[in-house]
């Protein structure tokens, strides 16, 4: 197939359904909307490896629990202390839309170093933004996670940060065995 497109998730066998029907529905679906010639296009479906480094998962997380009910105080604070302890640098999510009564407002949560200009925020920040419905109003959710240096590439950026500094360990040197002084011209 010519052109391919990967579908990355927390729950793949949702995506790809019974006997991988649902994922030919989508397939189908996508060379159907965009006027693909058939079995041009082959969808994967992969599963996030480090869901608790993935913005995106974890927006669709704190979606969920407030849809469930659960107090926004305590679902923005369970999502961060769960991307904090997957091994990110920083973490900050930010909750805005009438949370509580009739006045909007926005929670901003954050632990931990978080980046905000220069370039290595591309390579460095993962965000994503999500909308949750709710009988008073819709609630709008921003989740920016910060990768830590890896030189792997696994769970993190290769490239380190430009600030980062390594002191190297000191060289081996014989201690003099009396006193010297030295000249300067």
Known sequence: SS???????????S????????????NALVEKRFGFPKDTIG?????VQFRGLSAVAQAES??????????????????LRFIMESGAKGAEVVVSGKIKG????????CDGLMIHSGDPVNQYVDDAVRHVQLPQGVLGIKVKIM??????GKIGPRKPLPDSVTI???KEEAPPLQPYTETRV
């Open 3 to 13: 052109g391919i497109n990967a579908e990355y998730g927390t729950k793949t066998q």
């Open 15 to 26: 995506v790809l359904g019974s006997n991988c029907r649902r994922i030919r529905e989508l």
């Open 43 to 47: 969808l994967f479906a992969e599963k």
């Open 62 to 79: 704190l979606r969920y629990k407030l849809t469930y009910g659960l107090p926004v105080r305590k679902a923005c604070y369970g999502v």
């Open 102 to 109: 009739q006045r909007a407002k926005s929670m901003k949560f």
């Open 147 to 152: 990768m830590n240096h890896d030189p792997q």
């Open 168 to 170: 190297s360990a000191a």
